[in-house]
């Protein structure tokens, strides 16, 4: 089966520094989409990105956040200055359509320090 | 707003036993019903779904009835094994919405 791949596993960053979590979606894919889980908590959604913009974006998805997709296979979250409650575990995930199946990638375990 | 709470885990089975995960949810409308399943080290993959009341969901032995009157979806197995140990999490989605609603996930271990 098709997979979504998430670099770095683990990172690990200073409060205050730019972070950036990189993900190659599933080729054909067209929806792009951020979730993470602080320890503890429910999976919260971020951010979902189709056609090169930002479709839709939770009260969490602030203006240290930010989506990319620089190039026909990346698909990239930047956290501007990171803060020590940005420390979760986040998911990239993609569909090919708007109510398909999400395929998840294994995430990125990011701790502030 | 829209919420999906399951039971705390975790939860620690013995193989071959009865599995029961709990999850509610709260919602303004009719959303469709979702269990992922994460096996360590991977990503969340789609278990199973149901789309509307009184649906059943199933997949390798899973099994999860859309309730609507109890704002249900919980998920069951009649025989667990150790290939089960993973965190299950349960969520919602409405159509033709690109977000789905998660709960908090449930730690599963089976015991040989």
């Known amino acids: 089966e098709p997979e979504v791949t998430q670099t770095p596993s683990h990172q690990v960053t200073q409060m205050g520094q730019e972070v950036i979590l990189r993900c190659v979606p599933i080729s054909n894919h067209l929806y792009f989409y951020w979730y993470r889980q602080i320890l503890g908590q429910k999976v919260e959604f971020l951010v979902s990105?189709?056609?090169?913009?930002?479709?839709?974006k939770s009260e969490i998805f602030d203006d240290q956040f930010s989506v990319e997709r620089p190039d026909g296979s990346n698909f990239t979250l930047k956290i501007r200055s990171t803060k020590l409650e940005d420390s979760a575990m986040y998911f990239c995930a993609s569909s090919g359509e708007v109510g398909e199946k999400l395929f998840f990638g294994s995430g990125t375990q990011l701790s502030v320090l | 707003g829209n919420s999906v709470t399951q039971m705390e885990g975790p939860v620690t089975l013995s193989e071959e036993a009865f599995l029961t995960i709990n999850c509610t949810y709260t919602?303004?409308?009719?959303?469709?019903l979702f269990w992922y399943v994460q096996y360590p080290g991977e990503g969340l993959q789609l278990l199973l779904k149901?789309?509307?009341?009184?649906d059943k969901g199933s997949n390798k032995g899973f099994e999860a009835t859309y309730r609507k009157e109890t704002t249900s979806f919980h998920l069951e197995k009649g025989s667990v094994q150790v290939s089960d140990s993973a965190v299950y999490f349960c969520a919602l989605r409405f159509q033709g919405a690109q977000k789905l609603v998660f709960g908090q996930g449930t730690r599963l271990t089976i015991n040989p």
């Open positions: 990105f189709y056609n090169n913009e930002i479709s839709e």
């Open positions: 149901a789309t509307k009341a009184d």
């Open positions: 919602a303004t409308g009719y959303p469709s």
